[in-house]
């Protein structure tokens, strides 16, 4: 059965601190991954990886996919409050499937 | 301009009641999606359309049932709820070319 595993499951940190999370997956027909960010309401899509190594970069967040190991890696850098969210993990097959996300509070 | 709206934002009923959850898309998306967030905010798909056509059905009870009038809209319709089905659900579309998902507000559901 295909599945997608997120660590750590929460995690708090001080502003500033940097932060690495981790999205495994066990899937048959890998197409992509996708990492969304959901604060109070909806999911909001941060970054979408296709190819191994290819890190995509989007202010302090970057990502990188490593299909030969079956993860991605999530980093934030110089972490601010606002970044304080549940962090979901999907990984795209004939369908989504998504992990069970990663809480993180940034304490100022 | 909203891209994907749900109505209710919120919605209270007893069990046994039927109730109904409608989302639109201004997106122009050809593929729209139904997922249920339990309390402990694991998202799972419960349905997916493309062009109409119902093309994903997860192991969903068939007290649930939804229906694409056309492209731009994703209605559910829940029958004779029950305690379990209390969550949030979130309409979703995306295009199928293009893997990014735009969600909506979500609607809360609470059978009391």
């Known amino acids: 059965e295909d599945k997608v595993v997120q660590s750590p499951l929460s995690l708090v940190v001080h502003e500033g601190d940097t932060v690495t999370l981790n999205c495994s997956y066990e899937?048959?027909?890998?197409?992509?991954l996708l990492w969304y960010k959901q604060e109070k309401k909806a999911p909001t899509f941060l970054f979408m990886l296709?190819?191994?190594?290819i890190e995509k970069k989007s202010g302090r967040l970057s990502s990188i996919l490593d299909k030969k190991e079956l993860f991605s890696i999530l980093n934030i850098t110089a972490t601010q409050t606002g970044d304080s969210a549940i962090y979901l993990c999907?990984?795209?097959?004939?369908?989504?499937?998504f992990g069970t996300g990663t809480r993180l509070k940034v304490l100022a | 301009d909203t891209a994907v709206s749900q109505t209710p934002k919120y919605l209270v009923t007893q069990m046994g009641n039927d109730k109904s959850i409608k989302c639109e898309q201004n997106?122009?998306?050809?593929?729209m999606y139904w997922y249920k967030q339990d309390s402990k905010k694991f998202l799972k798909i419960m349905f997916s359309?493309?062009?109409?056509?119902?093309?994903i059905n997860e192991t969903v009870p068939n007290r649930f049932s939804p229906k694409s009038p056309d492209k731009a809209h994703l209605n559910l319709h829940i029958n004779s709820l029950e305690l379990g089905d209390s969550a949030v659900y979130f309409c979703?579309?995306?295009?199928?070319?293009?893997?990014?998902?735009?969600f909506g507000p979500g609607t809360r559901l609470t059978v009391t």
């Open positions: 979703a579309s995306s295009q199928v070319s293009i893997p990014e998902q735009y």
């Open positions: 899937v048959t027909n890998f197409r992509s």
């Open positions: 296709t190819s191994s190594g």
């Open positions: 999907a990984v795209l097959t004939y369908k989504y499937i």
């Open positions: 997106l122009g998306h050809d593929t």
């Open positions: 359309y493309n062009n109409k056509e119902l093309i």
